[in-house]
C-alpha cells in the first residue's frame, strides 16, 4: 500500500463548506469574543483540502451508482410497521463543487499519508467485498474517518474487478456498503445535521433508522449500564437493516438466474485506542458480542484527528458528541423528556455565548433536577478574572435559569463549572455480566 492510495483518498473527499447551521448574533459578547480569539489560535478551516493533493491525486473514478442505488432502494421498499427506514442520497465525492478552493494552513504531513495507509490496508483486511458492510455511523470524527475508509476500501476492490472476467465481476459486485445513524430522543438534531453534511462530503449512503432502547427498562433507569445496553440495541438494528438489504439481493439474483453467494454481515465502528483503556465504556462489551470491527482501536484519538484533518473531514476538529443520556448523571431517568431538556438547554447555551462545534459544552441535569453547564477547561483558565462567574452572569441575563426551569423541566440552575467527561459513567462489575447475558 502506497502514499497514492491516500493521496486516492484525499482527492474523493475535497472540501465542501461546513453547512452546519450555527446561532447568528448581532452583538457578540465579550465572553464569544474571547472564546473565538482563543478557538482560532492553529485551528484550521474545517474540510479544506490543499490544492496540490487535489491536482496531483490519481484516484480511480467510483462508478457505484448501480450497487448503491439498489440497496438504497431495497432498504426504502423493506420498510415494514416496525421500523421506518430513511435513506439519504450522498452527492458523489467526486462532484465538481466539492474540489477544495482553500489553501490556507495546508497540511502535507509524510507521517499524516503514511497513517491513512495504514489505516486503509486495516480495513481492507477486515473487509468481505461479498459482504454486506455496516458503519455504526454517528457524525463524530471517530465513525466518519471508518466511514471514509470503510466506503474508499470498497469502491477501490470494486474498482480492480474492472480487469476480471464477467463471472468474477459479477461476484465482486455482490456486496454492499452503507453507513447507518440511529435516531431516538438521545441524539441531537445537530448531531444529525453534521452527520449528514460528513456522509455527503464522504459519499457513502447514509441510512437513518429508529432505535429503541428508551423503551428498555435498564436503560430508563440509568444505573451505569444505559451504554451498553444502547449499543445492544444499536448493532442488533444494523444487523437487521444488513440482512433485509442482502437478503433482497440475494432474491434480486435468483430472480437475473444467477446463483448468489452466502451475504455476511460485517459491521464496523469507530472505536480508538484510547476508548480501549477506558473501563467505563460498557458499550464496548456490546460491540464484542456483535463481533464489530473496530479499524481504529490502534491509534489514538489526536491520530484520529490528523487522519481526519488531512482526508478533509469537516469535523476533524469538531468537540466529541456523545448522546445526550451521557448528560444525566446517575440515577435520573433516562426519559425523553430529561433528554429533550438537555437539548434544548445546551442548544441556549452555545447561542448565547456563541460557541460552535470545537467547544465543548455540555448542560447536566443533576439528581434533584439540577442544570450543570459545563465549558473547556481551556476556556475557563485562560480566559480574564471571573470568566467561569462571567458566563453563568450571561447566561442568567439571557433568561436561562428561567427557561430551565418554566419550560425544560430542571428544577434549579447550579452554576458553570469546567467540563468532565465520563463522569456518570459505571465501573465494571459482575453485575454487567448478568446484564449482558440478560439482554443479548
Not at 473565538?36 to 451508482?65: I, L
Not at 455511523?137 to 465513525?143: I, K, L
Not at 458499550?283 to 491520530?303: C, M, Q, W, Y
Amino acid at each position: 500500500m502506497t502514499g497514492k492510495l491516500a493521496r486516492s483518498l484525499v482527492s474523493r473527499l475535497a472540501c465542501i463548506s461546513n453547512t452546519t447551521s450555527k446561532t447568528q448574533h448581532s452583538t457578540p459578547t465579550t465572553f464569544a469574543r474571547n472564546v473565538s480569539k482563543r478557538q482560532n489560535n492553529n485551528v484550521h478551516p474545517p474540510g479544506c483540502m490543499a490544492n496540490n493533493f487535489s491536482t496531483r491525486a490519481t484516484g480511480a473514478n467510483d462508478n457505484n451508482e448501480g450497487i448503491n442505488g439498489e440497496m438504497a432502494e431495497n432498504v426504502h421498499n423493506s420498510t415494514n410497521g416496525a421500523h421506518t427506514v430513511k435513506i439519504t442520497h450522498s452527492r458523489s465525492s467526486n462532484d465538481d463543487t466539492l474540489i477544495a478552493n482553500h489553501s490556507p494552513h495546508i497540511h502535507t504531513s509524510n507521517d499524516s499519508m503514511e497513517l491513512v495507509d495504514k489505516l486503509l490496508l486495516r480495513t481492507s483486511e477486515m473487509m468481505d467485498q461479498q459482504a454486506a458492510n455496516v458503519v455504526a455511523y454517528s457524525g463524530g470524527v471517530d465513525s466518519s474517518l471508518v466511514a471514509a475508509l470503510v466506503y474508499r476500501a470498497f469502491s477501490d476492490n470494486n474498482n480492480n474487478s474492472m480487469n476480471m472476467n464477467a463471472a468474477a465481476k459479477h461476484n465482486q459486485h455482490q456486496g454492499s456498503v452503507q453507513a447507518v445513524l440511529g435516531i431516538s430522543p438521545a441524539v441531537p438534531q445537530s448531531q444529525i445535521i453534521m452527520a449528514r453534511t460528513v456522509a455527503e462530503t464522504i459519499g457513502i449512503p447514509l441510512s437513518e433508522v429508529p432505535t429503541t432502547e428508551g423503551s428498555d427498562e435498564t436503560y430508563q433507569r440509568n444505573d451505569g449500564y444505559a451504554c451498553f445496553v444502547c449499543k445492544t440495541h444499536l448493532y442488533s438494528t444494523l444487523e437487521t437493516v444488513a440482512n433485509t438489504v442482502m437478503t433482497q439481493l440475494e432474491q434480486k439474483h435468483l430472480k437475473e438466474g444467477t446463483h448468489p453467494q452466502n451475504h455476511p454481515v460485517i459491521l464496523y465502528n469507530g472505536t480508538n485506542a484510547d476508548d480501549t483503556q477506558d473501563p467505563t465504556r460498557l458499550g464496548l462489551i456490546a460491540a464484542s458480542n456483535f463481533r464489530v470491527h473496530s479499524p481504529l482501536d490502534r491509534i489514538t484519538k489526536d491520530e484520529v484527528r490528523q487522519a481526519a484533518k488531512f482526508l478533509g473531514l469537516p469535523n476533524w476538529n469538531a468537540a466529541a458528541s456523545p448522546c445526550l443520556r451521557s448528560r444525566l448523571a446517575m440515577g435520573v431517568m433516562a426519559t425523553e423528556g430529561h433528554l429533550r431538556a438537555v437539548e434544548l438547554a445546551e442548544e441556549f447555551v452555545r447561542g448565547v455565548l456563541g460557541l460552535d462545534e470545537t467547544v465543548n459544552a455540555r448542560v447536566r441535569m443533576l439528581s434533584g433536577g439540577k442544570a450543570m453547564v459545563e465549558l473547556d477547561n481551556s476556556i475557563l483558565e485562560s480566559g480574564d478574572d471571573g470568566e467561569e462567574n462571567s458566563a453563568a452572569d450571561l447566561l442568567r441575563e439571557g433568561g436561562f435559569e428561567e427557561r430551565c426551569i418554566d419550560e425544560w423541566g430542571f428544577n434549579s440552575f447550579g452554576g458553570v463549572r469546567g467540563f468532565k467527561t465520563g463522569s456518570v459513567a459505571a465501573m465494571p462489575t459482575e453485575d454487567s455480566k448478568h446484564v449482558a447475558t440478560a439482554t443479548s
